[in-house]
């Protein structure tokens, strides 16, 4: 299963971005969906986690209150809100399925990986 992550770009501190997750294979409208992100230097770090059918969300601890996973129905791309974007919010973001629906935190979890989009947030 091949996943695309787009949206991504050069953002102002304080501003908000989109970014989506799709993919061209029939199956993925089964699997969940988790997003990560990675900066220079730094482990790769867990955002959340929608179900396939976008029932259940799991965000991580320190995104909450700035993050909205949502996804319209089991066949169409997940999304990613994050507002009050911040420097340190400079990562490349991937999207991951996962055939199990877990939401896990763990990258490990997710069996197929996009290839990224690099966010750029200017101070």
């Known amino acids: 299963v091949q996943l695309q992550a787009s949206g991504g770009g050069l953002v102002q501190a304080g501003g908000s971005l989109r970014l989506s997750c799709a993919s061209t294979?029939?199956?993925?409208?089964?699997?969940?969906t988790g997003w990560f992100r990675q900066a220079p230097g730094k482990e790769r770090e867990f955002l959340g986690a929608?179900?396939?059918?976008?029932?259940?969300?799991r965000y991580a601890e320190f995104m909450r209150g700035r993050l909205t996973i949502s996804k319209e129905n089991e066949k169409k791309p997940v999304n990613l809100e994050m507002n009050n974007l911040k420097p340190e919010d400079t990562a490349t973001y991937y999207c991951?399925?996962?055939?199990?629906?877990?939401?896990?935190?763990?990258?490990?979890?997710?069996?197929?990986w996009g290839q990224g989009t690099l966010v750029t947030v200017s101070s």
């Open positions: 294979e029939p199956s993925f409208a089964a699997y969940g």
């Open positions: 929608i179900s396939y059918d976008g029932d259940r969300v």
């Open positions: 991951a399925a996962s055939t199990r629906n877990t939401l896990g935190r763990n990258p490990a979890s997710y069996d197929f």
